[in-house]
């Protein structure tokens, strides 16, 4: 561990002095500079990689404008993705001349690896840790029964469709973002720096109370989605941060809790798991999302407020007073539905266009898609 963090420092002041911050690159300046190491070859081309990592991260804050020390590692570790073997008990990691360091595994570890089609890419050792970077081959569900849309709110998260709709109440992560929030307000140490540290410390706590809390909610609902054959569809609300600045006639308050939100770690974690289990995801555009949560599912019709009932809507026509959550995730349902019908169409036209000869433009008739 120790000659790994020698080789990357090492590499790292080579790629410094002749600014260079490639991989190829790096090799072809560094490697000749690590012969004094007498380590197996793989271990020299991961520090190289690593340094190539930092270098090029270092690059990209100095092209945003962050100001930027000069790179090193400080932490002891070792990463490899050659030469390790894990046999029954545990990994195995060499160190040269055919021999080989274990490091023990916890049953559930091996457990997970054991499953099929599962295959371990690299691993990382520090002081403290043991990291496995996996992978898994996953056919993706070709034949959907239906979809669920995902409608993100700060109090909670709606997933289903017209047939069946799950609500998952987030207030939990709300109070403990607010607790943590009337905390570090009332710090009143005069160094900032220990401010800045014991904030940092109570911010990543928040950060993980939280993400535990999605966890749940996001494994519940992949399960779901893979059990009755189900895609996930997703609105796009980027740019939404941009909504809640100062000047914008909001109070302190508000846009706290409206910035904080985490409406893009509940998609992040939705679509690793849907990709690890082979549910199929899609994201549809602002222009195909507009309007969902005030449309009528039912007749379309425009949905009416109700100013005493804030989360209900009012349908005219049907008569009927709807969640706006609900009727938000039954449209972004139907309208990724037929997305998915769209694209598995062009696939098979484009199939037959192989197969069959050209026809007579002037005979083909226009078909729109029925909606259901």
Known sequence: MRDFKAMTNICIQVGLQHDASTLKRLS??????????HVPSYYKLCAISKAAGILAARKKSIRRGYPTKIPYLKKLLLSSCYGFKIKDTGLL??????????????????????????RVNSFTLTERSLSLSVSKEVEEMKELASTVGVD?????????????????????????????????????????????????????RRKNRIQQLLHHVSKEAVESALQNR??????????????????????????????????SEVK??????AAWTGVPVVTLTRSDTRGTSVTCFQCGERLLENRELKRKLWCQKCRELFDRDVVAAVNI???????????QGEANEAMVSVLKPPV?????TSRQHPTS
């Open 230 to 263: 189900h895609g996930i569809v997703f609105e796009n609300i980027r740019g939404i941060r941009h909504l809640y600045r100062r000047g914008n006639w909001q109070s302190r308050g508000y846009r706290g809790r409206m910035n904080w939100w985490p409406f």
């Open 28 to 37: 072809l300046l560094s490697y000749h500079e690590l012969q004094a190491f």
């Open 152 to 204: 993100r709110n700060l109090r909670n998260v709606t997933i289903g469709n017209e047939k069946a709709i799950a609500q998952y109440n987030l207030g939990k992560a709300v109070e403990i973002a607010e607790t943590t929030r009337s905390i570090t307000r009332s710090f009143k140490r005069n160094d900032a720096r220990i401010r800045k540290h014991i904030t940092a410390k109570y911010g990543t």
């Open 268 to 273: 992040r974690q939705i679509e690793y798991k």
């Open 93 to 118: 990691i060499p160190i040269g001349r055919k021999r080989f360091e274990q490091v023990r595994l916890v049953p559930h570890t091996l457990a997970v690896l054991s499953q099929p089609m599962l």
């Open 360 to 364: 007579d433009a002037s005979k083909l």
């Open 333 to 343: 349902a139907r309208r990724g539905r037929l997305r998915f019908e769209r694209s």
